[in-house]
Each structure stands twice: as C-alpha cells, then as structure tokens.
C-alpha cells in the first residue's frame, strides 16, 4: 500500500500526541497550533464564541458591570482581547431587562442572528428571566439589534443560561430553572423549540438536578449549560454549586439517536469534569461554550475562572473571572478529558 508524504506526517503526529498524553483520540494537528495565550479576554465570564465560515471569531461574555452587552470581533483567538469591543445593547431604566444582564450567548438560527441572555427588573433584582435580541445582519457586527422578547417556560421562576442546538432536525433549547417548590437554586431543562424564541411546553424534560455533594456547595446549582455533539454522542456540559472557588464542571450525555425528550435517555457524570486546580492557579472554572480552534478541526473549550481564591467582595461584585480557552482531548470511549495537560 502506498503512502503519500501528507498522510504519514499526520499519522506521526497523531502517535505521538496520543503516547504523549495518553490518550486514544486527541486531536492530531494540536501539536501545530499556535499556544493559547490566556486569558484570552479578561473580566469577561460566561464567555461564548462563534466561529464563521471565513475562520474568523465572535466573542460574547458576562460584562462585570451586569449593565450591558458587547460583542467583539477577531481572526485569531489571541488577538480577542485586544479587539475594540462594540457594546450593541443597554440595560433598560426599568421594568424587565434593566438590572443583572447575565450569560448572553450569540446564535444563528434560520438566517438571523440572536442573542439569548437573562436579566432581572430593577425594582426586583433576582425576578431573573430570559429573553432575546435579534439581529437580521449577516455579520452580528453590523446591522441593529432589536430585542425579541421573553422566552416563556411553563413554570414562571427564575431561570436563566438559555442554549440552543440543532440535532436530527429539530432545534433544542436547554436552560437552567428554579422548580415552583423553591428546593433548588436552579435544575437543567430541555424542551423542542417552535420558533427562535419559543418553546413546545408539551416537550419540557428535566435534565438534571442538582443533588451530587460537588453540586451543592454553598448553592443547589446545575446551570450554564453547553452542547457538543461528537463521537455518537450528544454532550452537555454544565456548571454546579456557588460561583466562588467551588464551582466545577460536570458531564451529561446522550445517544445522538436517542430521543433527547425522554429522561431515560440521558446519563451524567459522578464526578466533577473540571474542577479548581490551585497547582496552576485555577478557581472556580466554569460556564464553558465550544468552539474550533483555527485549523478548523481541534475542539476547545472556552470557559471562565479566577487566578486566586479568596474572593475581592462577592461572587457577584468581584469582576476577575476572566475568559480562558484549552484544546480538548478525547478517550478510548469518545468522551472528552478537560485534564489532559498540566497547564491552564
């Protein structure tokens, strides 16, 4: 059998980044990517990035004021932090949206763009809903932004960290709500959607709730969840406990043949997949989103933490959780390892 020059390269590259690591399945052309210079954009949580078909990034996060949202703009990850942010929305004087702008997350759904956020009313600070921009640009750069309204669930909680998937030809919603008994801070939640901005409330399953002793320190919490879909697997990663330096990372997954309405479908992790790591100063790390790195094949993961423990004020007033990306890795099974390497 014959071998072109390409082809044995690669499969060199791929035997010695899995002997380096470990690992069955880690992406074979990381060893040729440009180091992460991280942070890659600082005081900005909950970070959220699409990549667009010319390769270039959009970058969407928490900003720490909780009174706006901005968007910025790079072709290479490194260079985000250092692109001019274009702030494309305010917080309202009053009524709904006018206080605690948390999570916003930047979509494409059928042609136009959205961005799903959530937000309190200032005469009632944590009447945390969720709700919608809508961009009709082909760049989410340009164009106006308009706001679209709530996203109404059956139950009228708190609720928050909307995200969106498309898969087998249905589009899903996944958010993180409070139940009417109040015996949780908030649970994971899926349901079909109708229209971008709406939900089937005859689709409403639980996902997941917070009971693991790693979930509930200082707050019951799963939230912040993120999908990737690899490897014959529909994976939803998401984030648990207070927002301090107990906060970690956790693991469902389903079949992507499965019905992702039915709860049988669905398995989570015992254990926390990510976690503080005071050795490379890592705290608190979390609410994480997907992306491909700029060779278009790696996985990375974008999430946020703080570089010390002790807090500067509170969760919510200490504004250093900064944005960080890292190449995932995948075992012998097909399931992402978020602690592969020794750096952060």
């Known amino acids: 059998m014959l071998f072109d020059f390409k082809t044995m390269l690669r499969t060199s590259l791929t035997i010695a980044c899995t002997a380096f690591a470990t690992l069955s399945a880690a992406p074979a052309l990381s060893v040729a990517l440009e180091p992460i210079d991280n942070p890659i954009v600082v005081q900005r949580a909950d970070p959220w990035i699409v990549q667009h078909e010319d390769g270039c990034y959009t970058f969407i996060g928490t900003s720490p004021k909780f ?75 340009d164009g106006e932004w308009t706001e679209a309204g709530r996203i109404q669930t059956p139950v009228d909680s708190f609720s928050l960290d909307a995200t969106t998937f498309e898969h087998g030809g249905k589009r899903y919603l996944v958010w993180a709500q409070q139940d009417a008994r109040r015996s949780y801070n908030s649970a994971l939640w899926i349901a079909e959607m109708d229209s971008p901005t709406s ?47 107990r906060y970690a990372m956790g693991l469902l997954w389903a079949d992507e043949d499965a019905d992702l309405l039915d709860p049988a479908s669905w398995h989570k992790k015992a254990e926390p997949v990510f976690t503080t790591n005071a050795a490379v100063g890592r705290y608190g790390p979390g609410h994480n989103s997907f992306v491909k790195a700029e060779d278009g094949e790696t996985d990375l993961m974008i999430y946020h933490s703080r570089d010390y423990k002790t807090l500067r004020g509170t969760p919510l007033t200490d504004p250093n959780r900064h944005a960080r990306a890292r190449v995932i890795y995948w075992d012998a099974k097909g399931f992402p390892v978020f602690f592969s390497d020794k750096t952060d």
């Open 67 to 141: 009174d706006e949202i901005e968007l910025r703009a790079a072709c290479r990850l490194n260079d985000l932090k250092i692109a001019e942010p274009k702030v494309i929305w305010r917080k309202n004087d009053k009524g709904p949206m006018s206080v605690n702008i948390w999570a916003p997350e930047l979509h494409e759904v059928d042609g136009d763009w959205y961005i799903y956020f959530a937000a309190g009313d200032v005469d009632a600070p944590w009447s945390i809903r969720m709700y919608a921009l809508k961009n009709t640009a082909a760049n989410p750069m």
């Open 199 to 245: 939900i089937k409330f005859d689709t409403v399953t639980l996902l997941s709730e917070p009971t693991l002793d790693w979930e509930v320190a200082g707050y019951k919490v799963n939230e912040g969840a993120a999908v990737l879909i690899r490897h014959g697997r529909v994976l939803v990663t998401y984030s648990a406990s207070a927002t301090d330096h």
